[in-house]
């Protein structure tokens, strides 16, 4: 077999491709991420200030990350207006991730951008997308809106600073994040219904793709604010640390065949990707797979749905691990019109001015791809000496390798085509 290779990857957070090629009888699979981030060279030598604003390059919800360290690393606690709104950014980041996959989810089967092209490569006038898709990208729009509201930017925002936020909303934007939240919270249980019915309950056709068992790896999620816990494949709590112990528990083995490293649980060893004992991944699925109740009331219902169609957790097939993304959609609607109410977003003071330093700090958060975590150390006036991060693409790194082979191994089974193979591969992946 000629050595193949899966690229562009369509829809992952780094560029991506997976690398088939032959050793002996089996095939050798690679999921391999081709764009390195020097995260450390970017951050080192510079002022500590400047973190919240230089790694969302990884993903939005590390310039919350890195101001919650700043908080820690000065001693200050922001007021309750700053902590709101660093909340409602973070579920409006939710949304956005969330409602982009579900998108990708239902275009991955045909070129998104198909109307627009001709079998001769030119481009002719658009056609009406069809109008649920229409509706998926008018609300995704708006979501991405409430994060300029509240973050400054969508993509790359820069509101939070040590100790709180840097700017106050400016009158007439209360009532607009209640219109985008309203309209939000509507939509994501209308898309809820639409979901259920045309994909996720349909036992026949392109949906057997959702049958595909995931490789049963330890889940890791955050509890209780500062809390981590692991949990086996079984669901049994396997083991639980403080967030600032991270470091400590969890390893990164760096590999030559991709820039990005493989996280494993330090006490069981690195022992490569054929032995799983020391993997785990996190992110929507891993909190679902802790079993913790839902935060809201119809995202909880839509909870009871999934472990009604496919039982309680642990869960590992692709058809729980987007069905989760459907309830944190909702879930992060209910919690975004919560906190955009006038008065939860209005006070006296948005920051508290830092009047003294340490030398090191830590953070973590649940972001919408998985936990993450930060470390920063720094000299007598402020400037980045190490930096130590656990990304979410590093947690699930091992998990995509795994599943990369699973999804190949059908697909060779199957005698796809190679378009097709390439698209199931990459709508396997999409959800982590």
């Not at 390059?57 to 908080?71: E, N, T």
């Not at 609300?139 to 939070?160: K, V």
């Not at 470091?247 to 590999?255: D, M, S």
């Amino acid at each position: 077999m000629p050595t193949i290779t899966l690229e562009p990857l369509q829809w992952q957070d780094e560029p991506a491709r997976v690398t088939v090629c032959q050793n002996g009888s089996q095939p050798e699979v690679y999921f391999q991420i081709i764009s390195p981030k020097p995260v450390e060279a970017m951050c080192c030598n510079r002022p500590v200030e400047e973190l919240p604003r230089i790694l969302p390059i990884l993903s939005p919800a590390h310039h919350l990350a890195g101001a919650m360290a700043l908080d820690r690393l000065f001693n200050v606690d922001p007021p309750q207006l700053a902590q709101n709104m660093r909340a409602a950014l973070l579920q409006a980041q939710f949304y956005t991730a969330h409602l982009r996959r579900l998108f990708f989810l239902l275009t991955n089967w045909n070129d998104p951008f198909s109307a627009f092209h001709t079998t001769d490569g030119s481009v002719h006038q658009p056609i009406k997308p069809p109008h649920r898709l229409e509706e998926m990208m008018h609300h995704l729009a708006l979501a991405q809106e409430a994060e300029a509201i509240l973050g400054g930017r969508h993509d790359h925002p820069l509101t939070a600073v040590a100790g709180g936020g840097s700017r106050f909303l400016k009158d007439g934007l209360y009532e607009r994040l209640t219109q985008i939240t309203d309209a939000c919270l509507e939509f994501a249980c209308k898309l809820a219904v639409t979901l259920r019915r045309e994909i996720l309950t349909v036992e026949e056709g392109e949906s057997d793709l959702f049958n595909i068992g995931i490789p049963p790896l330890a889940a890791m999620s955050l509890k209780n604010g500062n809390t981590v816990e692991l949990t086996d494949w079984k669901g049994k709590s396997i083991d639980r640390f403080a967030a600032e112990e991270i470091a400590e528990k969890i390893g990164q083995q760096k590999e030559a065949w991709t820039y990005k490293p493989f996280a494993y649980m330090k006490n069981k060893g690195w022992q490569h990707l054929e032995r799983s004992e020391g993997l785990f991944f996190v992110g929507p699925l891993a909190r679902f797979n802790s079993n913790q109740t839902a935060a809201t009331p119809l995202a909880e219902e839509e909870r009871q749905r999934l472990i009604n169609s496919v039982g309680i957790p642990p869960q590992y097939n692709l058809r729980a691990a987007v069905w989760v993304l459907l309830i944190e959609l909702i879930q992060a609607a209910e919690k975004l019109q919560r906190l955009s109410k006038k008065e939860k977003l209005t006070g006296p003071s948005i920051r508290t001015v830092p009047t003294q330093m340490n030398d090191r700090t830590w953070s973590v958060l649940e972001a919408p791809q998985g936990l993450i975590w930060h470390s920063y150390q720094v000299d007598a006036v402020g400037i980045v000496q190490k930096v130590n991060l656990l990304d979410a693409t590093v947690a699930n790194n091992a998990l995509k390798c795994l599943l990369a082979k699973q999804l190949v191994a059908q697909g060779l089974a199957q005698r796809q085509g190679l378009e097709v193979f390439k698209e199931r591969v990459a709508v396997g992946l999409l959800p982590f």
